[in-house]
């Protein structure tokens, strides 16, 4: 739920949130006898939209990768159980929520906001696996995976 949740509000601030006044603006003169001109003036602000795909990516990556080393660490020096970071990912994403509910109107603010998402599922995803085959064992990983 709390994807679809995160994808369903991103893409709607993409598209329903208005532009900055410096948008495209279009000017057209029609007089009689002359041809009508047309200038446009580009706007910037969508450019970095690939970014944030690219970023998501990029953090999930490294959620996936440090997550692993961490909860061992963390079992070994201090006795955590692997579970903490189970529950530590979905803080995150719930962070990730209330950020982009009431601090994101732009898209720098939601390049933070991807960076959270990225990391809390990118452990989510790593650290799962790990969690089922601790308390369920081996023997019937795909089935309860």
Avoid: H
Wanted: aromatic share 14%.
């Amino acid at each position: 739920i709390s994807t679809g949740l995160c994808i369903f509000i991103g893409s709607w601030f993409l598209v329903v949130v208005p532009p900055s006044i410096n948008q495209d603006t279009t000017v057209v003169t029609l007089e009689e006898g002359n041809s009508s001109s047309c200038s446009t003036k580009q706007n910037d602000k969508f450019e970095d939209t690939p970014l944030l795909q690219n970023k998501i990516n990029e953090e999930i990556d490294i959620g996936r990768l440090s997550i692993g080393f961490i909860s061992d660490m963390a079992r070994l020096l201090f006795k955590i159980p692997r579970s903490f970071f189970f529950i530590l990912s979905g803080v995150w994403i719930f962070l990730a929520q209330l950020l982009i509910l009431f601090y994101v109107d732009d898209l720098d603010k939601l390049l933070i906001v991807t960076i959270f998402v990225g990391v809390g599922f990118g452990n989510l995803y790593s650290i799962t696996p790990i969690i089922v085959s601790e308390w369920f064992g081996t023997k019937r990983f795909g089935s309860n995976w």
